[in-house]
């Protein structure tokens, strides 16, 4: 199975600052990446798929990025409703794995 | 607009069954594959079964293999997991999730607002 790994796995930071998330998968995965985005007492979002391209209605201060092994979301400017715990899952071979996610606090 | 309704969840003892069902509508369900994906509260996300548009194609993941069952009712709209010899490590919210595919190629665009499964004595 392909494993996946994230880090940093929090982050406090305030509305406005650039925050950046890594996932790292254990075998090359292409470009089947994804990542989600889970609020408390919700369902999982997605924001992006194929590594870098967005899900219609997410905003465009998110970016993904990446390829092989080593995959970025950037959140390039927090906004209050960013505060969550973001999952990267890869979806390029049997089973599809998540990462252990990545909780983006308030600082 | 697209809608995952689960329903089914509860608490139930050890060994018991419980089968799970998701309503769907706001699009052409029979276009797409489906997934259960699982939550133990606090905890990540694991997928647990999924099926091709015309249930052709069903896997499931190592941890319910021989007591899980998933199926669908394309004419009805509706996803279903039947789940036998229950343990309390299957507690956990499960989520009915649209894939984009119609074969399953395990990118997720939709999600249900989850049902609760509690496993225990």
């Known amino acids: 199975d392909v494993q996946m790994t994230q880090s940093p796995s929090s982050v406090s930071a305030s509305v406005g600052d650039r925050v950046t998330i890594t996932c790292r998968a254990s075998?090359?995965?292409?470009?089947?990446l994804a990542w989600y985005q889970q609020k408390p007492g919700k369902a999982p979002k997605l924001l992006i798929y194929?590594?870098?391209t967005l899900q219609s209605g997410v905003p465009s201060r998110f970016s993904g990025s990446g390829s092989g092994t080593d995959f970025t979301l950037i959140i390039s400017s927090l906004q209050p409703e960013d505060f969550a715990t973001y999952y990267c899952?890869?979806?390029?071979?049997?089973?599809?794995?998540f990462g252990p996610g990545t909780k983006v606090d308030i600082k | 607009e697209v809608q995952l309704v689960e329903s089914g969840g509860g608490s139930v003892q050890p060994g018991r069954s419980l089968r799970l069902s998701c309503a769907a509508s706001g699009f052409t369900f029979d276009d797409f594959a489906m997934h259960w994906v699982r939550q133990v509260p606090g905890e990540g996300l694991e997928w647990v079964s999924g099926?091709?548009?015309?249930?052709?194609?069903?896997d499931y993941a190592d941890s319910v293999k021989g007591r899980f069952t998933i199926s669908r009712d394309n004419a009805n709209n509706s996803l279903y997991l039947q789940m036998n010899s229950l343990r309390p490590e299957d507690t956990a919210f499960y989520y009915c999730?649209?894939?984009?595919?119609?074969?399953?190629?395990?990118?997720?665009?939709?999600w249900g607002q989850g049902t609760l499964v509690t496993v225990s004595s």
């Open positions: 194929a590594a870098s």
């Open positions: 099926i091709s548009w015309n249930s052709g194609n069903i």
């Open positions: 899952q890869q979806a390029n071979s049997f089973p599809p794995l």
């Open positions: 999730v649209k894939d984009m595919d119609d074969f399953g190629d395990y990118r997720f665009d939709y």
């Open positions: 075998q090359d995965i292409r470009g089947w």
